[in-house]
Structure formats: structure tokens, C-alpha cells
């Protein structure tokens, strides 16, 4: 990046910081870390030297405006992420593991219906539902385990084996990270060229959910 470029996007995100604006910056160089920490802001960092997690079958209550159609506008931003993994899937494939998506969450207790994604308190004690976290949702490696019960979605387990067993595994894990803050930097410098493409929709998708208004 140009040096006076550089400079410029620092100062701002102090000035920015010192007024509790939000910011969320993706970081493909790692020019921003340092200042990060002395900002107490949060570094999303994932790839083969991190330890830490974002989980893309998370679903967030702030992800929808008015609190309805969570699976449904989850399963299509699913579908997106995976056409980068499969290659551009067709009609009869996008149904095919639309319904492997579902599956996948029904094995977890969340539907269609918004409700699912609430947990029950048996002792009645908090009187606003609480939402379900990222430990109560799928990971990748569950749907790795549907996709290679079907002989029709032998193909699409294969290629999840990097993101399962391999390389990439790193995308199978539980999102483990504090995201409530108003300055986040997104460190995609791990992932390489060739994997960019992955972290930067997970990051993005992430950015705009955060940027939901409450």
C-alpha cells in the first residue's frame, strides 16, 4: 500500500476510535495489527497460525432488521459461500444441498421456525428469550458427515475434505472470538492468494451483520 495512504487510514482510524465511531477494516497486508492493540480493538485473525475461530454457520440474532426468516436468509448466504468451494452450482444442485443445509441444522433443533434458535430456560428465570450461540450450531464438519451419506453429494464431501481434515480446517471450529466492540480488524494475511476468497466473503458477511442497526 502507498505510504500517505497508509498514514492516512491510521490517523483516521484513531480519530475515529477516539469518537466511538464503528470500524471494521480488512486487513490483507498486516499493517494494522499494532495499532489495533494499543485501540483495544479486536483482531479477527483466522488461517493455519491462528487460534482463533469464526464459526460460517453462525446465525446472529442481530443478522436480521426485523427478527424473522433467520434459516432461510442463512441458507442462501450458505449457498453463496459454497458456490466459491464447489464452482458455480446449478439449479438441481443449489436444491441439493439447500436440502443438506436444513438437514444439517434440523440435526441441531433449528428450523424455519424463528423460535428454534431461542433457547428454553426450564427454570423461568430470564424473562427475554436468549438466543442461541455459535456452540449450539453446525460446524463445517457436519456437514462434511450428511454430504457423504448421499451418493449424489459424494463430490461436494470431497471438496470439503481441506476444510474438514486438511488445510483449511481451521473453518471447522466454533467462533471463539469477542465481536462487541466498535473497531475490528479483519486479518485475511494468512490465507494466502489462493484461499483469499474464502475469508474475505466470511469477513464481509460478518461486517455487514455487525452493521445491522439495533
Do not use: W
Not at 458456490?83 to 440435526?107: R, T, V, W
Not at 463430490?155 to 481451521?170: E, T, Y
Amino acid at each position: 500500500m502507498d505510504l500517505g495512504k497508509s498514514f492516512y487510514t491510521k490517523l483516521m482510524i484513531l480519530r475515529y476510535r477516539l469518537l466511538n465511531i464503528e470500524q471494521y477494516v480488512i486487513d490483507p497486508e498486516r499493517e494494522y495489527e499494532k495499532l489495533a492493540k494499543n485501540l483495544n480493538g479486536t483482531i479477527l485473525k483466522i488461517g493455519p497460525n491462528s487460534n482463533s475461530y469464526i464459526n460460517i454457520f453462525d446465525i446472529r440474532e442481530e443478522s436480521i432488521e426485523d427478527g424473522k426468516g433467520y434459516l432461510a436468509t442463512k441458507i442462501a448466504k450458505l449457498i453463496g459461500f459454497f458456490n466459491l468451494i464447489f464452482g458455480e452450482l446449478n439449479e438441481e444442485e443449489k436444491a441439493i444441498l439447500e436440502e443438506k443445509l436444513i438437514e444439517c441444522y434440523e440435526n441441531k433443533n433449528i428450523t424455519f421456525d424463528d423460535n428454534s434458535l431461542y433457547k428454553n430456560d426450564e427454570n423461568k428465570v430470564n424473562i427475554k428469550p436468549i438466543f442461541k450461540e455459535s456452540t449450539d450450531m453446525p460446524v463445517m464438519g457436519d456437514l462434511y458427515n450428511i454430504l457423504g451419506k448421499d451418493k449424489n453429494t459424494k463430490k461436494m464431501q470431497i471438496k470439503l475434505i481441506p476444510f474438514v481434515k486438511g488445510s483449511l480446517n481451521f473453518f471447522n471450529n466454533y467462533t471463539n472470538i469477542e465481536l462487541k466492540n466498535n473497531l475490528i480488524i479483519a486479518d485475511v494475511y494468512d490465507l494466502g492468494e489462493e484461499n483469499l476468497k474464502y475469508g474475505m466473503y466470511l469477513f464481509i458477511d460478518l461486517i455487514l451483520i455487525l452493521l445491522e442497526p439495533n
